[in-house]
């Protein structure tokens, strides 16, 4: 007897079939662009300390030696 392993899409939430499905862990190639969309849209972050654009101006500036 074969079993068949079910998951649950992460961004639309629908159960698939694990086994033979090309775009996973997402359920279709639609819900993989939408994903990739929202990482290109630097959508996701990680939690951590605000730095403020003249921090990151100065420290660019120290590593270019000017």
């Known amino acids: 007897m074969e ?8 961004s639309c ?3 698939f079939l694990w086994q033979g ?7 279709s190639l639609t819900c993989r662009l939408i ?3 929202v990482w290109l849209d630097e ?6 300390e605000t730095v403020s654009d003249e921090a990151t101006l100065d ?4 590593h270019e030696g000017g």
């Open 13 to 15: 939430r629908r159960e």
């Open 35 to 37: 994903d990739l969309g």
């Open 43 to 48: 959508g996701y972050r990680i939690p951590g």
């Open 21 to 27: 499905n090309p775009h996973r862990p997402f359920c």
């Open 59 to 62: 420290e660019r500036v120290s």
């Open 3 to 10: 079993t068949t392993t079910r998951a649950r899409c992460p």
